[in-house]
């Protein structure tokens, strides 16, 4: 089991990277500046001629290079949730898209639990106080749990400049302490980002440069990304619109320069299950369907501790 590792009274300064609105900055000065710094000796991803269109990016590469096909990339079975943990090996339990709808989900065992956005329904502040209750029920013997710098789970109407006292203290009961390149006690660097556009919701870009830009600050070295969308071909398709709905700039920044060992995201309900690249798992744990029924259980994924842990 875990537990809550936030203090709901006290909004702390260091776990505004980590609020599900927009409160604070999502990337520190610093985390900026290192970024340019190290622009110039790394992999530079520019934006794809298909950024506007990933159902058309994806006939593309599927057609040219085959990349979202076998053997380059395979359907992954989770592990049970009754299987026993592997010695040596950190358990991640991975949800996301609950939309207030948590009292069905079965929660198993887990060392880390990830959840990729969408928590709430509405983005009221009763909510948000709801989410923090169940996973202090949900996590009440230890472990740590990781959410995304920028779900979009408040309209943008919520995200003012000036919030208001109830919604402050609200989203500060589920900020953890983790900032972008913490290390986790297990030693796992997590990275946490936000999303493209998305209608009106709160803390959202389009799709091309500004979206870019933010997946250019993910370091090197991030052994878990969490972000709301899906990188493109990877769990992403809508099959009501016939459409794939990926990034193609978070799609290439993973396989090309990040390399994580886990993705985990959500937001396409329809798309729930499991990838892998060979070097990348990708986790869609969205545990709504596309009719908002919390059928979908939770993710588990195991994955060897680092040795300098």
């Known amino acids: 089991m875990w537990r809550a590792r936030w203090d709901p009274g006290v909004l702390k300064a260091e776990a505004l990277a980590l609020l599900p609105c927009g409160l604070g900055m999502a990337f520190s000065q610093s985390h900026v500046m290192a970024a340019r710094r190290h622009q110039h000796s790394r992999l530079i991803i520019e934006v794809d001629e298909y950024s506007s269109n990933p159902t058309q990016a994806f006939t593309f590469y599927n057609i040219n290079q085959g990349r979202f096909q076998p053997p380059h990339v395979q359907m992954v079975d989770p592990v049970p949730h009754d299987a026993p943990k592997p010695p040596g090996y950190t358990r991640f339990v991975c949800v996301s898209d609950t939309h207030s709808r948590t009292d069905p989900i079965q929660m198993p065992y887990g060392d880390v639990l990830i959840h990729a956005g969408d928590f709430t329904e509405l983005g009221l502040p009763s909510e948000v106080k709801k989410f923090n209750e169940w996973l202090g029920r949900c996590w009440a013997g230890g472990g740590h749990a990781l959410l ?162």
């Open 148 to 309: 995304p710098g920028g779900p979009p789970d408040l309209p943008r109407s919520h995200c003012s400049a000036s919030p208001t006292p109830a919604l402050v203290s609200a989203l500060t009961c589920v900020c953890d302490s983790f900032r972008l390149g913490d290390v986790l006690p297990k030693g796992f660097r997590p990275g946490l980002f936000m999303q493209p556009w998305f209608y009106g919701w709160g803390f959202n870009l389009p799709r091309g440069q500004a979206l870019l830009e933010k997946w250019n600050l993910i370091p090197e070295g991030v052994d878990i990304l969490i972000t709301h969308g899906p990188p493109l071909g990877f769990l992403d398709w809508v099959p009501k619109k016939m459409q794939r709905v990926g990034c193609v700039e978070l799609l290439n920044t993973v396989q090309r320069r990040v390399q994580p060992r886990l993705h985990v995201f959500g937001h396409i309900h329809e798309g729930y299950g499991v990838m892998a690249d060979g070097t990348t798992t990708y986790v869609n744990a969205s545990v709504c369907t596309v009719n908002y029924q919390p059928v979908n259980p939770p993710i588990v994924i195991d994955l060897p501790t680092p040795r300098n842990s």
